[in-house]
T-cell receptor, first 113, second 116 residues
Framework: DAGITQSPRYKITETGRQVTLMCHQTWSHSYMFWYRQDLGHGLRLIYYSAAADITDKGEVPDGYVVSRSKTENFPLTLESATRSQTSVYFC????????????FGQGTRLTVV | AQKITQTQPGMFVQEKEAVTLDCTYDTSDQSYGLFWYKQPSSGEMIFLIYQGSYDEQNATEGRYSLNFQKARKSANLVISASQLGDSAMYFCAMRSLIQGAQKLVFGQGTRLTINP
């Protein structure tokens, strides 16, 4: 099916563990984004990518690592999870043009205990 | 730096009334796009409407319109004839070119509740 999918949908992990959230899109969109959503903060940009092998930091990149070896995949890794990283994570993709909207995955609810 | 500000954490409106959700933005870029998204309680992000910085007319999409005032750097969403199904979180977002790459940043959101 065409679209953007995130996995897992729900994840519980322990403090200090490494965890990777997956994001896959089937449109071959150039841009991909990772956000975290927390009450009172809206969606904050973690990392974004303009193309394969091109990534940039967003507003809150500390504690996260991304890679983009293929256009369709944009995994987000928490190197050593902390309780403050408990959040809902959204991945999005869009075409290159400035006037195109981003399409969002369904989100991953991550709990760090 | 880019910044989106939504000053209304929550709004309560009677069904069938019109509602305006505020959004102000800050950017030094000349070319940018402004978006509104809706997030119902189910959690998905739904695109509603887009306004380009060079567009002279306000964007409209069905019951949604965007009141774009460039000099004031505001991009308010207007929903006409509100319905119970409009109850949701609403996010304003801006996309612009930063050093050759595009960022898409969001505001804090406004929770809209439509009362019957």
């Amino acid at each position: 099916d065409a679209g953007i999918t995130q996995s897992p949908r729900y994840k519980i992990t322990e403090t200090g563990r490494q965890v990777t959230l997956m994001c896959h899109q089937t449109w071959s969109h150039s841009y991909m984004f990772w956000y975290r959503q927390d009450l009172g903060h809206g969606l904050r940009l973690i990392y974004y990518s303009a193309a394969a092998d091109i990534t940039d930091k967003g507003e809150v990149p500390d504690g996260y690592v991304v890679s983009r070896s293929k256009t369709e995949n944009f995994p987000l890794t928490l190197e050593s999870a902390t309780r403050s990283q408990t959040s809902v994570y959204f991945c999005a993709s869009s075409e290159r043009q400035l006037n195109t909207e981003a399409f969002f995955g369904q989100g991953t609810r991550l709990t760090v205990v | 730096a880019q910044k989106i500000t939504q000053t209304q954490p929550g709004m309560f409106v009677q069904e069938k009334e019109a509602v305006t959700l505020d959004c102000t933005y800050d950017t030094s870029d000349q070319s940018y796009g402004l978006f509104w998204y809706k997030q119902p309680s189910s959690g998905e992000m739904i695109f509603l409407i887009y306004q380009g910085s060079y567009d002279e007319q306000n964007a409209t999409e069905g019951r949604y319109s965007l009141n774009f005032q460039k000099a004031r750097k505001s991009a308010n969403l207007v929903i006409s004839a509100s319905q119970l199904g409009d109850s949701a979180m609403y996010f304003c977002a801006m996309r612009s070119l930063i050093q050759g790459a595009q960022k898409l940043v969001f505001g804090q959101g406004t929770r809209l509740t439509i009362n019957p």
